[in-house]
């Protein structure tokens, strides 16, 4: 019979070793390896038995050899100086205090977060990168408050029966048993929020908190007696469910969450966050609560978007439309009540996400309405949803359009592999292998090849016991074969990742008969260990691993290809390592950015991938290989087989002889430079310090400094600038550029030259100081489009027959055919981008 409920019932730590239990309780320990080793010594059965779960093992060690630990005077010591570390920690100065103007504090919302497989509340990318993201603020003391969902079941565990088919169980999580602690009232109850739903029904929620290091983590937790049955199991699973269910949990982490940010800072004396990051259109709706809680000091709904517009940083990780959450209009707006968010127009709200097809609200459009800085996740992932969202901004060329980006980075304590450390520490002096000396001679290429055929070892064995399990539960017995399976002296490509359909897990599969011959080359075999998680409605993706299964079950390969299910946090932390090669075939550009190269590629693993997401800006020919792309356009099924093929001939002529070139030491001394090559250039550049300190730097710091701006003096510069915006977009449909002429062209000129370039433009209602006139140069296309295009000012020069003049001199830089064109757009110091309105006037043609 199945538990309808369990609780956790916590052990009782001798007093010398209560310091235990703040080490345990702090997220730092998964990822501070001194702490870890402490744990794992413990109790090495223990530590794997729990998941890695500190809160955990310390139950299930027992009284007795906890006062057996009690008693080692040394065991002591090193829980004090742990524990001492972890405060000096918490308490110092870090990167971020050295920075002068900078938030106090941010808000980061986001659905998932995967900080360790001991919290269960993620399912993919997207939250191992908001998990990231926590961690990099707590190394560099980013003062981040995350928000994000308790899941009672978290994201689904994956088993694999005997016919390959995908198997999903969701267990039910006990928080009292998790490392988390209730944010309680000072009478001891529970801080709850709460969300009036229609038929005068309320949604409770209590506010759990996770510590990563310095920085709090708020999640959401439906399931108590204050609510209906029904409504307690509003978050019960992540993306489980659709439609209303779906549309509930975003309403809960958007309004929800901005009020238990309310609480927290209440009962906590944090301070009330200056910047909102919304990862993902997930948690739009934060914007509206905030706009209510604006209307409540008397502020317009116009004034009230405009403040918030202005603190609030959106991030845009899909980069095809059907990745974006699309609900019913009638059902957006039967929720959207004034007893939800008083003060509100519904069809205010509405018009935020409104998108080509008038009965859908869009979740993206809301993003784009509600924040006044947007950004991709890598320099194509930006330009591929400028080319998305270009019909947001009408008459703006797409290099133009308002979205930035900032390529995601990877959090190089987390994901490097405990050896590689080690080697670091030991031969060059630090842990800190992002910025290691890796070309020192102090590490010897027989040492380091040692340090990879270690970390292969540790994978091969990890899949060999998880291949047991799983034969033990569908079979009973566990065959001969699975003891000799995979060898840690082949070369070892990895590839593990979601499984919707475009990223193509069964690429390799295209020749099988090819795919065959390369891994059971008697020269030079090769490996395949592979994993993911398909989404539990997706039957597509889930008769795409069976058929990889299959595969891996013929007797000829069974040895050379394994599927290891249930992909999550403690897998990858040894398949990253374990892996020389990893591989990535999306299609492209499909592939937002693609942290998992970066993990392996922190591990020392070369990269094999399609030029998309990260791969295409830090590809440089020493760190891996490119698989070349067929053309966009090209049929499906050609596009498949031109390039599997490609990734076919890669392996066989680039990847495994280089591998396997050894020189009289027996050392691939090519492939060891590719190495150290890949771990000096990319371990600093992938890095989730870079990344957050890149959103700093480009989005919080500009984001709170124009929050600050609009809201000084009772928000007079908000409700200038709301004014001033809807005087603009009545206005600006009068502007017209009548007439543009240009002096010193009478003779060709030269490099060095200058002209004048005169427009003559007509405001209508608007004044000189509204716009910005400007000239669009640059060299033109046989189609007379311009590329390489700059922008020059023209300045206002007084008025003629009742238009107003502008004109500047222009140097001529560059020699051959230069075009150009005039653009009017609206301008304002509070304005972000002069695309941001998506008002633009051109000469007529």
């Not at 009408?394 to 959090?411: E, L, W």
Request: proline share 5%.
């Amino acid at each position: 019979m199945r538990a309808i409920r369990k609780f956790t019932v916590r052990t009782s730590l001798p007093a010398r070793l209560g310091r235990l239990e703040a080490l345990a309780s702090n997220l730092r320990w998964s990822w501070h390896e001194p702490t870890r080793e402490l744990f794992r010594e413990i109790s090495l059965d223990g530590w794997r038995a729990t998941g890695h779960d500190p809160v955990q093992l310390l139950g299930w060690v027992g009284p007795e050899r906890l006062h057996q630990l009690a008693e080692d005077d040394d065991f002591v010591a090193r829980v004090d100086a742990l524990a001492d570390d972890l405060d000096d920690y918490l308490s110092q100065a870090r990167w971020y205090q050295s920075l002068d103007d900078a938030p106090e504090s941010i808000a980061y919302f986001s659905p998932e977060f995967g900080i360790t497989s001991a919290l269960p509340q993620y399912s993919g990318g997207l939250g191992i990168l908001a998990g990231d993201h926590l961690k990099a603020a707590s190394d560099l003391g980013v003062p981040i408050v995350g928000v994000g969902l308790f899941y009672q079941s978290g994201y689904f565990k994956q088993a694999i029966s005997r016919e390959g088919w995908q198997q999903e169980s969701y267990p039910v999580l006990d928080p009292d048993g998790l490392p988390l602690t209730i944010l309680r009232n000072p009478d001891g109850r529970h801080a709850t929020v709460e969300l009036a739903l229609p038929g005068h029904r309320t949604l409770h929620a209590r506010i759990w908190v996770a510590t990563i290091g310095r920085v709090p983590l708020l999640l959401l937790d439906t399931n108590i007696h204050e609510n209906d049955a029904d409504l307690r199991s509003v978050a019960e699973r992540l993306y489980g469910g659709g439609g209303e269910l779906r549309l509930q949990q975003e309403l809960l982490l958007g309004i929800g969450g901005v009020r238990a940010l309310a609480v927290y800072s209440d009962l906590t004396g944090a301070p009330v966050p200056a910047v909102f990051h919304s990862n993902e259109g997930h948690a739009g709706f934060l914007g509206i609560e905030r706009i209510s809680q604006l209307t409540a000091t008397g502020l317009s709904f116009d004034a009230a978007l405009q403040l918030v517009r202005a603190g609030t940083v959106f991030t845009t990780h899909t980069p095809v439309p059907a990745g974006i959450d699309r609900f019913d209009v009638e059902l957006v707006r039967r929720h959207l009540t004034r007893e939800l968010v008083p003060g509100v127009d519904v069809e205010r709200v509405l018009a935020l996400g409104r998108e080509s097809d008038p009965t859908i609200f869009n979740m993206a459009q809301l993003g784009f309405s509600i924040a006044q800085r947007a950004n991709g996740v890598s320099k194509l992932h930006g330009k591929v949803s400028r080319q998305m969202f270009q019909d947001r901004w009408p008459g703006f060329d797409v290099q133009d359009v308002p979205i930035t980006s900032v390529t995601n980075g990877v959090h190089a304590p987390t994901w490097t592999s405990p050896i590689l450390k080690h080697l670091a520490e030991r031969e060059l002096g630090t842990l800190d292998t992002a910025r290691c000396d890796w070309a020192s001679d102090a590490i010897t290429d027989e040492t380091l090849w040692g340090v990879r055929r270690e970390m292969r070892q540790h994978l091969v064995e990890e899949a060999r016991d998880r291949t047991r399990v799983k034969h033990e539960r569908n079979d009973g017995v566990v065959p001969s074969w699975v003891d000799t399976m995979l060898d840690p002296d082949v070369l070892t490509i990895g590839f593990a990742r979601r499984v919707p359909t475009y990223k193509r897990l069964t690429l390799m599969l295209h020749d099988r008969d090819r795919l065959r011959s390369i891994l059971t080359n008697a020269e030079r075999p090769v490996q395949l260990v592979i994993a993911g998680k398909s989404h539990p409605a997706d039957e597509m993706g889930k008769a795409l691993i069976q058929e990889l299964v299959r595969f891996t079950q013929e007797p000829e390969v069974r040895g050379r290809i394994v599927f290891l299910e249930n992909y999550d946090i403690s897998m990858a932390k040894s398949l990253y390592p374990g892996c020389d090669v990893w591989l990535n075939n999306p299609l492209r550009p499909l592939e937002a950015c693609g942290t998992s190269g970066m993990k392996a590629a922190l591990n020392g693993s070369l990269n094999l991938s399609i030029l998309d997401g990260w791969w295409e800006e830090y590809f440089d020919g020493k760190n891996g290989w490119a698989i070349p792309s067929a053309h966009e356009q090209m049929d499906a099924a050609e596009r498949d087989a031109f390039e599997a093929n490609a990734l076919y001939d890669l392996i066989e002529h680039q990847v495994a002889p280089r591998f396997y070139d050894r020189d009289e030491r027996g050392l691939p001394t090519a492939w060891i430079a590719s190495i150290r090559h890949t771990l000096a250039t990319l371990s600093p550049e992938l890095s989730a310090e870079r990344m957050l300190a890149e959103y700093v730097g480009r989005l919080y710091t500009p984001a709170a400094k124009a929050a600050a701006v609009a809201a000084a003096d009772g928000a007079s510069a908000a409700r200038d600038f709301a004014e001033w915006t809807a005087r603009m977009r009545d206005g600006f449909g009068g502007v017209q550029v009548h007439h543009v002429e240009v002096e010193g062209v009478d003779v060709p000129p030269i490099i060095g030259d200058a002209v004048t370039v005169r427009a003559f433009v007509a405001l209508g209602s608007l004044q000189p100081s509204d716009v910005a006139v400007e000239v669009v140069a640059g060299t033109v296309t046989e189609e007379g489009e311009l590329r390489h295009a700059r922008r020059f000012p023209l300045a206002e020069a007084g008025a003629e027959d009742g238009n107003h003049r502008f004109e500047s001199a222009i140097g001529l830089e560059r020699a051959g055919t230069f075009g150009y064109t005039v653009r009017v757009v609206p301008r304002h110091p509070m304005l972000a981008s002069e695309a941001e309105l998506g008002l633009v006037a051109y000469p007529r043609s």
